[in-house]
């Protein structure tokens, strides 16, 4: 039995992996994807992790990944599909083999919530994206719409500005919920129109989006649907393990969870603020909590 699985390798899971190394716990990281970095990766242009003044989220993500293979993190790649207490810990059952571990760290983080709008599941791949830094080169010279008011739809909707000819930003609230830079920054793009206070009702078209029918009736002529509507926590493995609040884990800074031995980190975990920082914080705390847990 292991001391220690690590569940995910996002920010919280490599922190997590640097600080177990260091701990000397004998630990192993599971990752679905030999992609580490998580929602990250999804992100072009990152100017908040101290250190780096601008830097991709692929590129973030392999530097720690890199940091945590030199210090001497084991990556599994196999995709975790149960999880059971078992006596003096946990089962992790994956795809291609098991794993027995006194405590798990649980940081699979979160997805893109669905819109739940028609049209968005049949043209889904179709022009129909959740990731603009992904998608966004299909769409050059055309026109794109951006669904979404927080972070990723105002980042998005400035990406797809140096692409598209022209991008709309819907948000169904007057105010948006982003850091108020970027509202800024898309304000003063010419080639973003803000459209407030309005909500759409259906992704149009056959084989490919064609427009967007908003619910004030107006259509609009678009090529592209990129819905940034926040994000739904990757939960499903642990409902009956331990207690959830609104679908996050409920976990406070230390990421102890209801269930002992288990720990949450990053943005799977009820908490204000889910920046790399604070999931990078997040792997730091959990490890020093499961290092508390095996040696009390
Ligand atoms: P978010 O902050 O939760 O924002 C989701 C947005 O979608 C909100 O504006 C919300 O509207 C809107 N929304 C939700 N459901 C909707 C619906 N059914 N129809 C229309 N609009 C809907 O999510 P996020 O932007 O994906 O960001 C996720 C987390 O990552 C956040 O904590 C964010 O701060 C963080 N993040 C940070 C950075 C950065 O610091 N550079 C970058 C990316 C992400 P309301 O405002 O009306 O609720």
Excluded: W
């Amino acid at each position: 039995m292991k001391d220690l699985v690590i569940a995910g390798s996002g920010p919280a899971g490599l922190s997590a992996a640097v600080y177990a190394s260091n701990a000397m716990l004998d630990f192993v990281v599971i990752e679905k994807f030999p992609m580490s970095g998580g929602q990250m990766l999804n992100t072009y242009d990152i100017n908040n992790y101290l250190g780096f003044e601008s830097i991709d989220g692929f590129s973030l993500g392999q530097t720690f990944r890199k940091h945590a293979e030199k210090q001497g993190a084991e990556f599994i790649n196999d995709e975790i599909v149960r999880l059971e207490k078992i006596d003096g810990g946990y089962r992790i059952v994956c795809n291609k083999a098991e794993f027995e571990a006194k405590a798990v760290i649980y940081a699979l983080g979160a997805n893109p919530r669905k819109l739940g709008v028609k049209g968005e599941k049949e043209l889904a791949g179709r022009g129909v994206s959740y990731c603009a830094t992904c998608d966004g080169n299909f769409f050059r010279g055309k026109k794109t719409a951006v669904i979404g008011g927080g972070d990723v739809a105002l980042e998005d909707a400035l990406y797809l500005a140096n692409i598209c000819e022209e991008v709309y930003l819907i948000h169904r609230r007057d105010e948006f919920r982003a850091a108020r830079y970027l509202v800024d920054k898309a304000e003063k793009n010419d080639k973003i129109k803000i459209l407030r206070s309005t909500q759409a009702e259906e992704i149009l078209g056959e084989n490919k989006v064609q427009g967007l029918k908003l619910t004030n009736g107006a259509d609009l002529d678009v090529d592209g649907v990129f819905i940034a509507v926040g994000v739904e926590a990757n939960t499903g493995l642990v409902t009956d393990l331990c207690e959830l609040e609104n679908g996050f884990v409920k976990a406070d800074e230390s990421g102890t969870t209801s269930a002992e031995g288990f720990f949450a980190a990053g943005d799977v975990r009820t908490k204000r603020l889910r920046q790399i920082s604070t999931a990078v914080s997040d792997g730091a705390n959990a490890v020093h909590s499961v290092e508390e847990f095996l040696y009390r």
